[in-house]
């Protein structure tokens, strides 16, 4: 292995720089020369590729977003696109590629390795819904954003008696609302893996409001509905019921990563040099049980990340 390159895909998530320079940092350290393509699979199609030095990634350890930027290509989503990303990178004499993002971008690297080329996946999105692993980079930060904002919902709250909506990312994943639920005391937290009565919602928070409590909070993950809607639909089973709606959107997305994110980027993007030098191709790097795994990422695409019910229905019993 002489050179390798490396992409971030799809959303953004806070810890793609600071994996991004793990994987610059351990290929130079490797001996390998190692390049960043700009702007995802969009950026290999147009040959926005540039060689990459260890200054080139000083100072973003500390950064949101991801200085290789990314984009969604839908050329690439095409065995035409595939092909011509595969000759490129190989005409550049690149026999390696790290690929950051989530499942479509994993997607994406299967297919380049069944071409030929050798490649890693590392998780990188804030929703959490990428299977054999138990965290991807940027959920940690993303859960704490959310629980800062409902530390300062709760404040005015309580002062007005108020329950809060609170809508967070997730379409398929309920991991963002369930972290964030048990981490900020939810009254409620809603997912899309688990079915939910709102009768019964409604009811437990008018008798939680009659027995001396004075706020609520139920947190709704967007593949839920709209939190809108569901603080209507509360309001329709009891007049009493004044919740206000928060949607924070992007702002999980933003943000300085977390600790905790910083040093998973850095693991994983060691990790994935490491093993590419060894000779592996095809796979997806995670952490299960705080150990570094390999899996192949053709396994990983078509698997459905397993819920933790067993978080899930801690968060129910200490949320009476
Ligand atoms: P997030 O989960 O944060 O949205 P993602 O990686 O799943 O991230 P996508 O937009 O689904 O985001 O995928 C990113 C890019 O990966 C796509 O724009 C496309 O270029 C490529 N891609 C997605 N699916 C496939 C596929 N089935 N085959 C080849 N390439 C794909």
Redesign the pocket.
Known sequence: LKKIAVLT?????QGMNAAVRAVVRSAIYHGIDVFGIQR???GLLNQDIFPMTIRSVGDIIQRGGTILQ????????KPA??QKGADILREYGIDGLVVI????????A??LSKLGIKTMGLP????N?ISFTDYTIGFDTAVSVVVDAINKLRDTMSSHERSSVVEVMGRHCGDIALHAGLASGAETILVPEMPFDLDEVADRMKDNFARGKRHSIIIVAEGVGKGEDIAQALKDRHASIDARVTVLGHIQRGGSPTPADRNLASRLGDFAVRKLIEGESGKACGIINGELTLTDIDLV?NSKKEFDLETYNLALRLSQ
Do not use: M, P
Request: hydrophobic residues 20%; proline residues 0%; glycine residues 26%.
């Open positions: 895909s799809g959303g953004d998530s995802g699979y969009q990314s984009a969604r290509c839908l050329e690439f989503l696109g595939q993002g989530g499942d479509g971008s994993y997607n994406g299967n297919k990188g999105t804030i929703d819904d695409v």
